[in-house]
């Protein structure tokens, strides 16, 4: 049977670490503009225990999403063996296209994935190079695109990037602030008979919910009084995008193993979306709970959000890289194993994909 088959992976992990403790000098203010009485160490506090991230990292000044994407596509490349002249479609997911650090400007034109294509050499016309704007799921939605490609007898080689630097885009008086990072990662995907052993992509389940779930995670201008109002930066309502996650999200994960025809105890490990510790952890208890089983297994959910924070589309491919390099321990993955990936994010969209390694 032919499947879309990982055959490497990549990352970029920036080199600037942002601790809480760096955040203890801030000022935060409300979004009706008023300064948060609360004490800053206290509010840092507070986030650390819901969050769970202690650092997080930002890339350097002379770096856009583009060129961090790219780093992690050569990775990748690297990683497969593969030829860059082989690929058929280069997708780049991301959120914000190139921000110049200390501007809020965006630049999507040319596309992210042009960019790439040009930053990495590729001559062939018929390499097809586009990008995918669905929030934190973009990548995983990538993944699940090609698929769709190769099945059409479209493509036979894919590079999905996911790459964004956040940094540029948070409002420094919003708490907010401290969840978002910067960082890329980076698959090639090749559509492969496997035959023998199963392998590859086994099925996937998507959802968009647009009616009041559409402005959870939207644009608005700073929490800071006085503030330039025609200028907007990634604003979050974590109350209702928690409830919203913990609702749908482990319901589309439950669908895509019933697509897959797998049961939840043969699943080896679940990469979600690194948005929030505590969220996480609850996606996975009632995804289990659906299945009357509780607590869910121990060592299931490799996480990375401790000390790479939320780098929104790179979340997923970054955590993948690290564990098939054995770089989170104790978290291995063996030929066969079979791996759920798993994201939420702006839209609001939801998207899960089964795979067997």
């Known amino acids: 049977m032919l499947r879309s088959v990982i055959t490497g992976t990549g990352s970029y992990i920036p080199p600037s670490v942002r601790s809480n403790s760096d955040f203890t000098k801030h000022v935060f203010y409300s979004k009706t503009q008023q300064a948060l009485l609360t004490p800053p160490e206290e509010i840092v506090s507070k986030f650390t225990q819901i969050t769970g991230i202690r650092e997080r990292r930002y890339t350097t000044e002379d770096l856009n999403a583009s060129d961090i994407g790219c780093i992690a596509a050569k990775a990748a490349l690297e990683n497969s063996g593969t030829d860059a002249e082989e690929i058929d479609q280069l997708i780049v997911a991301h959120n914000f296209g190139n921000v110049i650090k200390n501007t809020i400007q965006t630049a999507a034109v040319p596309s992210l994935a042009s960019l790439i294509k040009h930053a990495l050499g590729i001559q062939n016309p018929a390499c097809t ?208 194993d079979i791996i759920l990936f798993a994201s939420v994010g702006a839209g609001m969209n939801i998207n899960a994909a089964c795979y067997r390694c």
């Open 129 to 336: 190079a586009y990008d995918i704007l669905f929030g934190c799921p973009g990548w995983i939605q990538g993944l699940i695109q090609a698929d769709a490609f190769f099945k059409a007898g479209m493509a036979k080689k894919a590079l999905i990037i996911g790459t964004e630097t956040l940094s540029r885009v948070i409002d420094a008086y919003d708490r907010d602030s401290m969840i978002f990072s910067d960082g890329a990662g980076a698959v090639v995907t090749e559509f492969k008979e496997t035959e023998t052993t199963d392998q590859g992509l086994l099925g996937y389940s998507t959802q968009t919910h647009a009616m009041e779930e559409v402005n959870y995670i939207n644009m608005g201008m700073s929490y800071y009084p006085g503030s330039d109002p025609g200028v907007r930066y990634i604003k979050m309502n974590g109350r209702k995008v928690y409830e919203y996650a913990m609702t749908y999200v482990p319901a589309a994960m439950k669908t895509c193993l019933e697509k897959s025809g797998i049961g939840i105890l043969d699943v080896k490990k679940i990469f979600i979306h690194q948005a929030n510790e505590k969220m996480d952890e609850g996606i996975i208890q009632r995804l289990y709970q659906l299945y009357n089983i509780s607590p869910a297994p121990k060592d299931i959910m490799p996480m990375s959000i401790h000390w790479l924070g939320n780098s929104s589309v790179a979340t997923v491919p970054t955590l993948l890289d690290l564990v098939r390099r054995e770089k989170l321990e104790p978290h291995r993955l063996s030929s066969g």
